[in-house]
């Protein structure tokens, strides 16, 4: 932490099954103080699984927090904080597509909302899909259909697809892939 910026204490507000809630007490260089909320997350992996002819496979599945339907890339929560990405990401892309893959490789690291929140995800590119079969949560109702990544580009550009580690792994693919 910067000398100009000090937590004086964190207390937990509000303890879920997928985050933690703070608030943290702060103190400026200049005197002023300030509750900041902070958001615990013990981060995730998604992944990019590429098909032999290109095309890439996305989920589709019900949102709470929007209210519907969103499409993207497959991911999960680590199953422990200490769990490595990879693994996290070989376990999710086949139980939410029915596909695993041995050759997966690393693509990029965002973090979703640095303002509040620690959440890190690790997101990885999957080729040389191998058909499996679905792992599916009780709770999770999964739809899996493949589109090129001008289709995607498309619903990007037009809002279709607003998912934030959706966008950045895309693009992401489309650049150190593709072009």
């Known amino acids: 932490m910067s000398d100009e910026v000090r937590r004086i204490k964190r207390e937990l507000a509000y303890k879920g099954t997928i985050l933690d809630v703070y608030k943290d007490y702060m103190e400026f260089g200049n005197g ?5 909320d902070f958001i615990h997350h013990d981060g995730a992996a998604a992944v990019v699984p590429v098909m032999e002819d290109g ?28 769990e490595p990405g990879l693994q996290c990401a070989q376990r999710e892309l086949e139980e939410e597509t029915g596909y695993r ?11 979703t909302t640095v303002a509040f929140c620690n959440e890190r995800i ?3 590119v999957a080729k ?14 999964v739809d899996v259909k493949a589109f090129s990544v001008e ?4 619903m990007i550009f037009t809002g279709k697809i607003e998912d934030s580690k959706t966008i ?6 489309e650049s150190r892939y593709l072009k």
């Open 55 to 82: 095309r890439i496979l996305m989920v589709s599945q019900y949102r709470n927090a929007l209210e519907r339907t969103t499409l993207e890339i497959p991911a999960g929560k680590l199953d422990d904080p200490c």
């Open 32 to 36: 002023n103080t300030a509750e900041w």
């Open 122 to 124: 690790e997101i990885y």
């Open 101 to 111: 893959s041995e050759n997966l490789e690393w693509l990029l690291t965002l973090r």
């Open 128 to 141: 040389e899909l191998v058909p499996s079969q679905q792992h599916l949560d009780e709770d999770e109702f």
């Open 168 to 173: 950045a792994a895309i693009l992401a693919y």
């Open 151 to 154: 289709e995607l580009k498309e």
